[in-house]
Each structure stands twice: as C-alpha cells, then as structure tokens.
C-alpha cells in the first residue's frame, strides 16, 4: 500500500501525459487509498504532469534501483 508523499514508479506510458514507464512521482493525496494523485516533476522543481492512477498502474520505488533522466516532451 502507498501513504502520501511516497515514491513511486509508473508502471506503463501514460501518452497523453508525456509519461513514460519507469518514470518516478510522488503520492501528494489518496482517494480511501483506492486510488492515488501523483505529481511527476522536472529536475528544477516544476510540476510536468499530476495525474490520478489505481494501484495497478503504480509501484513503490526499491532501494536497489537506479535512477534515470530524460527529456520531458511536450505534449
């Protein structure tokens, strides 16, 4: 289960928000903890992309994994 303000990895390409599998968000609100508000934002801070998901589309990020950037396109 997720609480807010965790970190959490998108498990499939969201196309119409530019979102990419793999890319890395922050719970910011739960809905009973049936579904979740992720904000996904650029390196210097600014908000790209805040989109609601289940749990199914989100995982929570391991210890172990590596982080990655990449352009952000616009949509």
Do not use: C, N, W
């Not at 989109?51 to 616009?74: C, N, W, Y």
């Amino acid at each position: 289960m997720f609480d807010e303000l965790d970190t959490v990895v998108l498990k499939k390409d969201i196309k119409e928000y530019g979102l990419k599998k793999g890319d890395i968000g922050t719970v910011v609100h739960m809905y009973e903890k049936k579904a979740f508000e992720i904000e996904f934002v650029s390196a210097s801070g600014k908000t790209m992309a805040l989109v609601t998901f289940t749990q199914k589309d989100i995982r929570p990020m391991t210890g172990t994994e590596i982080l990655h950037a990449r352009d952000f396109a616009s949509i």
